[in-house]
């Protein structure tokens, strides 16, 4: 079966830029999730929408329009809605799900300027100069260098 | 041929691809399946430019499918809502499905066109910007012939209701 690679899409490195295309993606999703967790709980509180309106004082044109797809959302309507529709709020926690795949990368298709944080745990525990040297090992080895023995 | 045969034949030939997320791999509720021209545009790296961000927008879309996130549906094309996310698109017995990408708001979007080989797996068949589509009859035409060449007289899924099409959706 052909199935696509999943490459190109790195955590950030140091003062890189991060592209448009990138953050295009990354918000989009993050859109999705605030979309899914409103719709998922509207779904299971049986509030309908114009009562939902009503408990935000808003129109019911208003609340058909964001609840119609994932939109920019302020940070504000985000709460707003999760709070009208059953009392809840919402809960965050940061996940790095790049770092987490790219053990599937080979090594050829990692970009040189942009080596990808292997290890989470390993990287956040080590010291700048450490964590200096891990990348410039993780180029080292995108570039095809020989991998030097452990002493 | 069932759909499900001919489509495991056009996998195995690379004419359509299995979309991977970018963050769960193959581990998702849904499948998205892409044409070749789409796998081109959805892979990453997403340019520095405003098709790049446009394009992140396309595939983030797609996972979220794949992921099996929340998905507005319009099921009747003559009235549809201008943010539902999947709309069915006229002639109805064709069940051709228009991917709608409405985000960044300051552009005109993505559509992108297919069908259902079944229930929560989707394949997209063409896409262009929004702008790019001057009469939209012409791009469901477009898609209709792409999947003709691809299965022939076997036409894509048919639900009596949206429940036999796919799993987390919203009717619009």
New interface residues.
Partial sequence: ?????????YEPVRSE?I???????????H???Q??IV??EL?KSGISQADLARRLGKAPEVI??L??????WESDTFSDLLFAISGAVASYHAEY??SQ?VE?FPAEQI?PESAPIRSKSAFSLGTQANNDAIIDEWKRQAQGAPIPMAA | MSIRAKL?TL??R?R???????????DTARTMI?SADI?AVV???????????????F???L??FSEG??I?VAEDPDQK?????LARVAPVDDELWSVRV????DTAGIRSLGGFAAKDKFICLIWDFREGIPVFDDEVDAAHDAWCDLFGSQGPMSGANLDEYLTNY?A?
């Fill in positions: 079966m052909s199935t696509s690679q999943t490459t190109g899409l830029k592209s448009v295309g990138t953050l295009g993606y990354i918000r989009a999703r859109r999705q999730r979309y899914d719709i998922r779904k058909s329009r609840l119609a797809r994932p939109g920019n799900p790049l795949r599937e970009k | 495991r996998l195995s690379n359509l691809f299995e979309l991977e997320s970018l963050f769960t791999g193959n892409v796998l892979t990453p790296p997403f340019s520095d430019t405003e098709h790049g961000r446009r394009l992140g927008e595939r983030a879309w996972d979220n996130g929340e507005s809502p201008p943010d539902a996310m409405t985000e960044p708001e919203r619009v």
